[in-house]
């Protein structure tokens, strides 16, 4: 395989995955742009908490996305269409399941977290609403999880982004029909959401049905026990590893608010720069899922070589467009979201970190994507555990002499650390 053909087959798994990564966030900023116009500011409060509550939860479950990606890709490269099909179907399966505890447990699941919010009465009282009527969409979703883990395996991330985009076009006519015709208020913005998220579902399930074939489903085929052990041995890896990303992300904002409301708004202003660069970079990680888990399929070792060289490269190449752009356009973006000149001063000491956010972390998501496909995912885990590890030690060690700067060092630490330790271990693997 050659390297300009190479580059061309990431690109084009690439752009179309930054294009869905982009329209995502769509979602919660219509609702919040419609509830904004309600007149009152719980209301915007209700879906802020409602929407943290959901990313919360299903988060939890983004194995099904990726455990799926690897898998599918396998076997894609072993030209195995049954074990594909068989893919597809048991993560569509574990999707229900799990999709159904959270429906039949959603009353105490929302109440613990209401309660850890903190919320004043009306605010609860709306997000309640919210909650109660959008966790039906639970099956849509952890439905979605799985059906683009299966398309990413497949090599095709145009379809993610062409349903990204219907659910997006969904949840704006359907919501601004429920609040602005026929009058209801958050109600209508709940079940607008929720419309949306069952179209994509529906739609992402025929175009699905039409790459396989649902004729004679064999339930012992899909229900085999060593396929099962190894495909909840890769989830539980990844489920395990979302825990401590949970843990960071938590004690980030944690820590920041435990310094007061202004460093709390300068580090969440900060935090933007890093997930708009994943944007970008979740592109490339679902270009080395599909990539990678296809080669390693197809026992193309020297080509997965070339593959992981080649897609390093491209994160190298995006950490350093992202690195010049922040360096020189931190406060613009920062003027972006804020017009508060405050928490723009504020900000200044911890610009330079946010700026190295790419060179950081640009190896973290790549090696992640590359450990997807191969299915290492305990390597992914390790890395993870100890990064984790690092983070907290140093941020105990340093943030008595360093304040929120030792919250930036521990950040980045932890990026930089998943990163080569995911490569160290790979490297370690084949020398054995």
Not at 127 to 138: D, P, R, T, V
Not at 211 to 225: A, E, F, H
Not at 250 to 262: D, I, K, M, N
Request: net charge positive; glycine share 8%; hydrophobic share 55%.
């Amino acid at each position: 395989m050659k390297r300009n053909s190479l580059n061309r087959q990431i690109l084009a798994l690439a752009i179309p995955a930054i294009i869905a990564n982009i329209t995502t966030p769509l979602l919660s900023l219509v609702d919040i742009a419609i509830v904004g116009r309600l007149g009152s500011p719980a209301y915007v409060g209700a879906v802020a908490v409602g929407g943290t509550l959901f990313s919360m939860l299903y988060w939890l479950f983004s194995f099904l996305r990726f455990g799926t990606s690897g898998l599918t890709a396998q076997s894609l490269g072993e030209g195995n269409d049954e074990k594909l099909r068989l893919t597809l179907l048991r993560s569509l399966m574990i999707a229900a399941i799990a999709s159904l505890l959270l429906i039949l447990l959603h009353r105490p699941l929302g109440d613990i977290a209401l309660d850890f919010m903190d919320t004043d009465a009306e605010t609860r009282r709306l997000a309640e609403i919210y909650f109660n009527l959008l966790i039906f969409g639970a099956p849509a979703v952890l439905a979605q999880y799985a059906l683009t883990g299966w398309f990413v395996g497949r090599q095709d991330t145009r379809t993610p982004m062409w349903l990204s985009l219907v659910i997006n076009v969904t949840n704006i006519g359907a919501s601004l029909i429920l609040v602005f015709v026929l009058g209801m208020k958050i109600e209508g913005v709940a079940l607008g959401t929720l419309i949306a998220q069952w179209v994509g579902s529906i739609a992402g399930l025929i175009v699905a049905a039409k790459r396989i074939s649902l004729r004679r489903i064999n339930l012992r085929s899909v229900i085999n026990l060593p396929e099962l052990k190894r495909f909840f041995s890769v989830n539980f890896d990844i489920f395990l590893r979302t825990l401590c990303l949970i843990a960071v992300s938590v004690w980030f904002t944690r820590s920041g608010a435990s310094q007061g409301p202004e460093i709390l708004a300068v580090n969440s202003m900060l935090l933007q720069l890093f997930i708009l660069f994943s944007y970008f970079m979740d592109g490339f990680a679902f270009a080395a899922e599909a990539l990678c888990g296809k080669l390693v399929g197809a026992g193309e070792h020297l080509q997965l070589k070339k593959a992981i060289s080649t897609l390093l490269h491209w994160g190298l190449s995006m950490a350093l467009i992202f690195t010049v752009i922040y360096a020189a356009g931190g406060e613009a973006f920062l003027r972006l979201l804020t017009d508060d000149g405050g928490i723009i001063h504020a900000s200044e000491p911890y610009r330079l970190w946010a700026a190295a956010i790419p060179l950081a972390g640009f190896m973290a998501f790549t090696a992640d994507g590359i450990v997807i496909g191969l299915t290492r995912t305990r390597v992914m885990l390790g890395s993870m555990a100890i990064a984790t590890a690092a983070y907290f030690i140093l941020w105990f060690w340093l943030s008595p002499i360093l304040g929120n700067h030792a919250l930036w060092i521990a950040f980045l630490t932890y990026l930089l650390l998943r990163g080569v330790l995911i490569l160290s271990f790979l490297k370690l693997g084949d020398r054995k």
